[in-house]
């Protein structure tokens, strides 16, 4: 008689992504103790509508999204970020992804302030969360076959959301997330190769979406 094929087992985290996460956690974690100790100089790294645009004030394209309100805003911009980490991290290699992180950060922070005309100031991870999100779609775009079933579906659902924001999206964080998704959508999708990284050893080739 024929054995039943043992079930397969799920393989750990990769190191890499590991590291990727304590470093991104852990920056955004010295934002929360930072604002929870020091809460009247948030703004000195917030990105603040018509004071960010003068050269001593650029430094605040990057460190308004180091900034958190609390615990719980840093758990929400880490659940998005681990999500979105754990389907790239395999696909893309590191330099990639430092330019993911920054570009969502100014273009996102960029079009925050365009869009925020009555005034107002930005904080929290929110936004290179969102352009992290993108790039999972524009990587699946390229390498569907190579995508398991929950990061397909994962996919599809920020496919949802971005065309969402862009009909229902009228806040200026809105339209400042929706552009770090497009943006980091266009890269991730150029820059994605046709085979991933190291042969697809990390990937259920087996396991395509549906």
Known sequence: ??????????????????????VIGGVYFV?????GALP???????????????PMYWYSFLTYSVVHNG???????????TASLAVLEPRLPGKDLIVILIGSSVVGGTTYMVAATGGGAVIGGGIVGSGLA????GTWLRQRRTFSR???AYACVIAVVI???????????DRGMLAAAIASTVYAGVRA?????GGGSRLQLGSPGP
Do not use: C, N
Request: aromatic share 10%.
């Open 1 to 22: 008689m024929q054995q039943p094929e043992p079930p397969e087992r799920r393989r750990p985290p990769p190191k890499s992504l590991i590291r990727w996460l304590w």
């Open 40 to 54: 009247d100089s948030i703004g000195a790294l917030a990105l603040v509508q018509g004071r960010s645009t003068k």
């Open 134 to 137: 993108g790039a999972v779609f």
């Open 193 to 197: 190769t046709s085979l991933p990284r």
């Open 163 to 173: 065309l969402g924001t862009v009909f229902f999206g009228t806040l200026a964080q």
């Open 71 to 81: 615990v719980l805003h840093w758990i929400k911009v880490m659940a998005l970020t």
């Open 150 to 152: 929950p990061a397909y």
């Open 31 to 35: 934002g929360v103790i930072f604002a």
